[in-house]
């Protein structure tokens, strides 16, 4: 058995490349997911997100490229890379006769959960998909919703450090992709490293901490989610709005005198908006001066980029094809 590698990273993708007949679906991803991060990975319809996740998932065999799960090379040992992963792809069956409570069993049995710890381990799962009160119905009587928190259960019954994820709100009405969510998020808390592949990146844009960018099989962009955004749009719009309109002419002076601060402009008697391309920590410095000042700020707003529009310009920078 091939021992595990050292690497800051949960996930520690190299030179991944997957191949379908002549055509390469995924053509040299490296990517790197840290420790208890919410990784989304985004792109449009045929990017090779999916076929990043089955290769990441052991399902799909890499024609190239060396793939880590918390140490462990995927090719060399995959019987031990699964024991840490659990994946829901982004179309699951489920044995829609069986109970909720007797499918939770079964694939408790199938990942060797000791029989006595089997029903605290469901207990466990139902509480946090807030399936309790449903655990005696067949799985084919729920909803679309449930049935896929009922596949997030089913991959946290061997307790893997890793979520794998392919499109899990896929299908869910608001509410059910709210819980969903919220249980990532708890998930994430709990230590888990979550993966997530999706579309709905004003979800993702709520929940993720690092976000990767693919197009056309190659990952284009990775890194913090503050990071991307810096990248797209290092200059932040700065919105201050102030109590007294008379303060304005004396937050004017101020923010002239600052070099993070530019092209200042008034939308009304007690709102400035400013272009800022300073550092967070000098943005602090600016509301400091101005209170120092006796300037009394009613609202400090910054206006970021939303994910989708951070998406557009790294999918397509340039406005065209």
């Not at 990784?39 to 090779?48: D, E, H, I, Q, T």
Request: aromatic residues 4%; negative net charge; hydrophobic residues 40%.
């Amino acid at each position: 058995m091939t021992a595990p590698v050292e690497t800051a990273y949960a996930i520690a993708v190299e030179d991944l490349s997957v191949w379908y007949d002549r055509a390469p679906a995924v053509h040299h991803l490296s990517m790197h997911v840290p420790p208890g991060s919410i990784y989304g990975l985004v792109g449009p319809s045929g990017a090779g997100k999916s076929t990043t996740m089955r290769a990441l998932a052991t399902i799909q065999q890499p024609d190239a490229g060396v793939v880590l799960i918390d140490g462990i090379d995927i090719r060399a040992n995959p019987a031990a890379a699964r024991g840490n992963i659990g994946y829901l792809p982004d179309f699951s069956g489920l044995y829609e006769g069986l109970t909720i409570d007797e499918y939770l069993g079964f694939y408790g049995g199938i990942y060797g959960v000791p029989t006595r710890r089997r029903r605290s381990m469901t207990d466990e799962l139902l509480e946090l998909i807030g399936l309790t009160d449903q655990r005696n119905s067949q799985v084919k009587a729920l909803s679309r919703g449930m049935r896929q928190k009922l596949g997030l259960a089913r991959c946290l019954v061997h307790d893997p450090s890793i979520l794998l994820l392919d499109e899990p709100a896929s299908g869910m009405d608001p509410a059910s992709r709210l819980d969903l969510r919220d249980i990532l998020q708890e998930l994430a808390r709990l230590g888990k490293t979550i993966l997530i592949s999706s579309h709905l990146l004003s979800e993702l844009g709520e929940i993720c901490s690092h976000l990767g960018i693919m197009r056309a099989g190659e990952l284009i962009a990775e890194g913090s989610l503050g990071e991307i955004i810096q990248a797209v749009s290092p200059d932040t719009l700065v919105r201050i709005h102030l109590l007294r309109p008379d303060d304005a002419a004396t937050a004017q002076q101020i923010l002239e005198t600052l070099p993070a601060c530019h092209d200042l402009t008034a939308t009304g008697a007690s709102t400035l908006v400013v272009r800022y391309d300073g550092t967070a920590q000098d943005m602090a410095g600016v509301l400091s001066q101005l209170s120092a000042s006796g300037v009394r700020v009613t609202e400090f707003a910054v206006d970021r980029p939303t994910l989708e529009e951070v998406f557009l310009q790294v999918i397509n920078p340039g406005g065209s094809e």
